[in-house]
Nanobody, 124 residues
Framework: QLRLVESGGGLVQPGGSLRLSCAASGTPVDNYAIGWFRQAPGKEREGVSCITRGDWTDYGTSVKGRFTISRDTAKNTVYLQMSSLEPEDTAVYYC??????????????????WGQGTQVTVSS
């Protein structure tokens, strides 16, 4: 059974960078498309980025050009490199898995496996 564990969150100043990791265990991450979502207090869950087995990627409008998603199949891990961070990026970030592996999007209800989340706080 697939298990996802996020790490890499923390406190960063505006304009800074962080790299989040989503480590998969129990099954190869290539069996899934992986999405990153985030949820800030009082706001709905928002799709941030996703990547398919063929490395097709998509990004939410608010992060396009600042965030980069990638996968390392040898490490069974998906990464989210976040740059030029803004206070509005403050949220709990979750990774999630969906099938089929060759398609992804930002409808959270289509993702069946979720990690526990990692907090990202952007503040001076």
């Amino acid at each position: 059974q697939l298990r996802l564990v996020e790490s890499g969150g923390g406190l960063v100043q505006p304009g800074g960078s962080l790299r989040l990791s989503c480590a998969a265990s129990g099954t190869p991450v290539d069996n899934y498309a992986i999405g990153w979502f985030r949820q800030a207090p009082g706001k709905e869950r928002e799709g941030v980025s996703c990547i398919t087995r063929g490395d097709w990627t998509d990004y939410g409008t608010s992060v396009k050009g600042r965030f980069t998603i990638s996968r390392d199949t040898a490490k069974n891990t998906v990464y989210l490199q976040m740059s030029s961070l803004e206070p509005e990026d403050t949220a709990v970030y979750y990774c999630a898995a969906t099938v089929p592996a060759l398609a992804c999007g930002f409808r959270a209800r289509l993702y069946g496996s979720w990690g526990q989340g990692t907090q990202v706080t952007v503040s001076s």
